[in-house]
DNA sequence: CTATGGATCGGCT
DNA sequence: GCCGATCCATAGT
């Protein structure tokens, strides 16, 4: 006789950044669950947006040439760690991606939101169209995090969390420099990885929305 | 529809 | 004081 299994969903683990890069791990995370368990009850969506930040190295990083700060010390922990940092107003976040001391991260930059969608709605009433959650700061807005209270926490055991079995698949990634970050040359033109199409990857044009399926395979 | 400039605020120096 | 891994309103195609 078979074990009844059930079934829940599977919450990303740490095995999920062994042995890759941050970019390989960026362009992953595309079409993954991104959920958060509030107060207020549950909300999320697929990923469909994110930029790699490749630590001491990377001039756009916030732990360029080995900065430590306060507020930045959460890169520097395990992967997997979530950090959380305030930017002109607005909160945005990292997930952590390589080995504790190696202050690499990817900026989650836009959702397609598919869970409770009315409370996200009323944190952010603006507009009605594609600007709930095409963004990091929208997101976080629409999640209604206004602090930096998860900062630290590992995705295994917060009310943050990354959904690894219930994912979509984009037909077409696409790759771009990184928005908002100056930089002198070429050589960071495929830090942001984003689902071709989708009309809640920031700064899309709405003549290159995909509207059969908004990006994703069949 | 797209490009540009101003508002804004937490955290470092 | 100063400075953004931003957002939004407004002006210009």
């Known amino acids: 006789m078979q074990m009844q299994t059930i079934k829940q969903p599977h919450v990303l683990t740490g095995d999920f950044f062994e042995n890759r ?3 390989a791990i960026t362009a992953d995370l595309l079409g993954k669950l991104l959920i958060y368990d509030s107060p207020q009850g549950q909300s999320g969506g697929y990923i469909v947006e994110a930029e790699a930040y490749l630590g001491t190295a990377d001039p756009g990083a916030h732990a360029y040439q080995g900065r430590r700060v306060p507020s930045n010390e959460p890169l520097y922990g395990q992967p997997g760690t979530i950090y959380i940092y305030a930017i002109r107003g607005f909160y945005a ?3 952590v991606t390589q080995s504790a001391g190696d202050p690499q991260g990817i900026l989650i930059r836009g959702l397609e939101p598919t869970i409770g969608l009315a409370q996200m709605q009323h944190n952010r009433p603006q507009q009605p169209d594609f600007n709930l959650t095409s963004g990091p700061g929208k997101l976080m807005q629409a999640f209604d995090i206004t602090d930096t209270k998860l900062n630290q926490q ?20 696409n790759y771009s420099e990184r928005i908002g970050v100056r930089t002198k040359s070429g050589w960071t033109d495929h830090y942001r990885a984003y689902v071709a199409g989708n009309p809640y990857v920031s700064k899309m044009r709405k003549r290159d929305y995909e509207q059969q399926h908004f990006g994703w395979r069949i």
């Not at 590992?154 to 969390?161: G, I, R, V």
Request: aromatic share 8%; glycine share 0%.
């Open 93 to 95: 976040f990292d997930v």
């Open 21 to 23: 890069s941050t970019l």
């Open 154 to 173: 590992d995705f295994t055991t917060s009310p943050l969390k990354i959904i690894s079995d219930q994912a979509r698949t984009p037909a077409t990634i």
